[in-house]
């Protein structure tokens, strides 16, 4: 990287117990601090990714099982592993949510 001039700067807010772990890790990978966040920022890689359709369709699925739940439990029908049903999709829900960084 010789004949390379750095001219520009970015400025960053941080916590201090994230200035000292920053800066504990390019010590410890024997760089200077820009060509630390330099070199982890060039190799990490981002991936965003979507997911809202996918939750709007999973709502759409919990507003049918909790009507096939009220019938249910009416004693309408019987379906002796229903819960199990609503678990999983409740599981299901709950992970996509945590991707995409959701409550």
């Not at 592993?81 to 999983?88: E, I, Q, R």
């Amino acid at each position: 990287m010789a004949n390379r001039k750095r001219n520009q700067t970015i400025s960053i807010r941080l916590t201090t117990e994230e200035k000292e772990e920053i800066i504990a890790k390019a010590k410890q990978a024997n760089m200077t601090l820009t060509d630390y966040l330099i070199e982890c920022s060039r190799n990490t890689e981002i991936t965003v990714t979507d997911l809202s359709e996918v939750l709007i369709e999973l709502k759409r699925i919990g507003n049918n099982l909790n009507q096939i739940a009220r019938k249910a439990n009416s004693r309408r029908f019987f379906f002796p592993k229903f819960d199990s049903v609503v678990k999983g999709q409740r599981i299901i829900y709950d992970a996509i949510l945590s991707l995409t960084g959701g409550d």
